[in-house]
């Protein structure tokens, strides 16, 4: 087969939207999955093959939970390819410092991920997995109700090039755009290029519009895909007022895996097609994802735990998916906040309740909040207005005192405007699992 063919038959697979249109079916077919995946992990891991019993949902769940500290330690017997830790390591920094994301391994694809309380995450991918995952992305991603070919891509990702190859064409073409440079000179060859998909994250794409309206250039895409970073809800809103689109498309992909799209009525769905959910329970429709990668051979991920807190829809979609609908993802775990109760214990300070307050404070144009590991906040504030910090000042003491916790301590500091790191507007210090 080849990497064309590969790439449309993972599209084909992920397409039909009727194939999983019920809870039922999906479950079947996950299971037949699990068995396959299993077997094949058992002969080939040798990790594994000491840890499986079976190759069913009861095998499955009397299996440790991996983090991204155990898939460290244990990668070198874990994995199902010729290649250890260090060499992978060695690889992907050379690449991380020459910016050159292109090039194999043995053939493999190595990837470095940014931790997010100073673990490197580190991930090997064959090139059957890269041309799936590229026919899955395509399949997510594409607008449904027109033409496929004709669509002109423009990622603002780090990404490896070599990945799209495969589907570069006439039909669908890629560019990308390097957010490690300045941004500014890109912009008019953006408009030029008149993309049809607009890629990036959150961050990049408002940067991006900002610097289209002071060059008084305009872009339009058809369809404006978040990755890579936490899409929240005034990002949304300012995105599809500068793309002129009704909807704000999200692929929730980290190096983990493909975990969930947006569907055409903008909700964000599971990909429970790829990859198997298991839920750590918080309570109110939230949970800590333990994902199973039902496809990934070359690196297992078997009961891996994620750090995001995502929290689940009560209603299903009316698009007619059976695949989970997800109302948001909360962000990293790291990024809940912890209050000290008044009269003793503590109680977890969501992010996204924290986003709220914020929202609430009002007259400024972006915020970082950071607890301390003695519990204070410090928070920066982008442009602010007079009387801005006294507003989120309130907010925060209110959010706090709903809560039944003491009002923290709280820090002002200059805001540090970097749109080429992972944002992550609310965090926690001194977390070192
Ligand atoms: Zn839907």
């Not at 460290?72 to 250890?84: E, S, W």
């Not at 872009?219 to 809103?237: M, S, T, Y």
């Not at 569907?263 to 199973?292: K, S």
């Amino acid at each position: 087969m080849t990497r064309a063919d590969r790439v449309a038959r993972a599209f084909v697979r992920y397409r039909s939207a009727r194939r999983w249109g019920s809870a039922e079916r999906i479950q079947r077919y996950q299971r037949r999955a699990l068995r396959r995946q299993l077997a094949f992990l058992r002969g080939h891991s040798p990790l594994l093959a000491e840890r499986i019993a079976g190759t069913d949902l009861a095998a499955l769940a009397a299996l440790p939970v991996m983090d991204r500290a155990s898939m460290m330690g244990d990668f070198d017997r874990l994995v199902t390819v010729p290649v250890t830790r260090d060499q992978a390591l060695e690889f992907a920094l050379g690449h991380e410092h020459s910016r050159e994301f292109s090039g194999t391994l043995r053939g493999l694809s190595v990837g470095l991920s940014s931790g997010t309380s100073g673990h490197r995450g580190l991930f090997v991918v064959s090139p059957a997995e890269r041309d799936a995952w590229v026919g899955a992305v395509l399949a997510m991603a594409l607008p449904r109700g027109r033409a496929l070919w004709g669509h002109r891509i423009a990622l603002f990702l780090r990404a490896d090039n070599s990945l799209y190859e495969a589907v570069d064409s006439r039909a669908i073409a890629f560019r990308f755009f390097d957010t490690f440079a300045d941004l500014a000179p890109q912009v008019p060859d953006l408009a030029a290029y008149a993309p049809t998909i607009l890629v990036g994250p959150p961050s990049v794409l408002r940067e991006v519009a900002r610097l289209a309206s002071r060059a008084g250039v305009t872009v339009r895409p058809e369809r404006v895909i978040c990755a890579a970073e936490v899409l929240h809800d005034d990002d949304a809103a300012a995105l599809r007022e500068a793309f002129g689109v009704g909807v704000i498309h999200q692929l929730y992909q980290c190096t983990e895996g493909l975990l969930a799209h947006t569907c055409e009525r903008g909700t964000l769905h599971l990909n429970e097609h790829m990859v198997l959910f298991e839920r750590e329970d918080l309570g109110d429709g939230r949970f800590v994802p333990v994902i199973t990668d039902l496809e990934r051979r070359a690196q297992p991920i078997v009961r891996y735990r994620m750090g995001d807190v995502l929290v689940a829809s009560a209603e299903p979609c009316a698009c007619g998916s059976a695949l989970t609908a997800i109302d948001r993802i909360e962000g990293r775990e790291s990024d809940v906040l912890v209050g000290t109760r008044i009269g003793g214990g503590s109680t977890p300070v969501f992010a996204d309740t924290v986003s709220r307050a914020m929202v609430l404070a009002e007259g400024f144009d972006d915020y970082t909040v950071t607890q301390r590991p003695d519990g204070s906040l410090d928070v920066a504030l982008a442009q602010p207005a007079p009387g801005a910090a006294d507003a989120v000042r309130r907010e925060l003491r209110a959010l706090f005192e709903r809560l039944g916790c003491e009002a923290p301590e709280i820090t002002f500091l200059d805001f540090n405007h970097d749109v080429t790191a992972k944002r992550r507007r609310v965090t926690r210090q001194g977390e070192q699992t």
